[in-house]
């Protein structure tokens, strides 16, 4: 059995090996210093790749929640957070503020989950109401950049009342030097 699974190991190795071997990045230029995003179509609302150089600086942001909108609504209530576009607002401008604090905007993010939870009484995840919330903010003429998405619906979010939560990836080439 052991010299099966050695025999079996060895060849794997010997077949993967060429697919693992690195090589040495390309030089830059001018095509390969910028991110570069495709889209299905031009009016697109998420990009099917992004493809970030080698020397960028990658910025992770941890899930975000939505704020409390109605202070007055019992605490850790739908009621208190607002129904899904009012919480997606919400939660896509505190990704905003904490973009700003790295001196960054929303057209550098590149890549984005969305979870959703279905409103309670509801069996399905309010899509429509998170793309009113998100159109404001990417593939709009002030800001045309649109990152690579996933949005799911999931069972439970991290406290009662929140039905988004989402976490981006934004990139930021080095700054070219003066000449």
Do not use: C
Not at 46 to 60: C, D, K, Q
Request: hydrophobic share 45%.
């Amino acid at each position: 059995m052991f010299k099966i699974a050695f025999a079996a190991t060895a060849v794997l190795a010997a077949v993967a090996a060429p697919a693992f071997a690195q090589t040495a990045p390309a030089p830059a230029t001018a095509s390969t210093s910028t991110i570069e995003r495709t889209y299905p179509s031009p009016t697109a609302f998420i990009a099917s790749t992004v493809t970030v150089p080698a020397g960028a600086e990658l910025i992770f942001l941890s899930g975000q929640l939505p704020d409390v909108a109605d202070t007055t609504a019992p605490a850790g209530t739908v009621a208190a957070y607002g129904d899904t576009e009012t919480q997606a607002a919400s939660t896509f401008a505190k990704i905003e503020r904490l973009l700003a604090t790295r001196g960054l905007t929303m057209g550098d993010v590149v890549s984005m989950t969305v979870y959703l939870m279905a409103a309670p009484g509801s069996e399905r995840m309010d899509f429509a109401g998170m793309m009113k919330a998100y159109g404001k903010y990417f593939g709009t003429p002030e800001q045309p950049n649109r990152p690579s998405r996933s949005t799911v619906q999931v069972a439970g979010l991290a406290g009662p009342g929140f039905l988004i939560e989402v976490e981006v990836t934004a990139a930021r080439t080095p700054a070219a030097p003066a000449h």
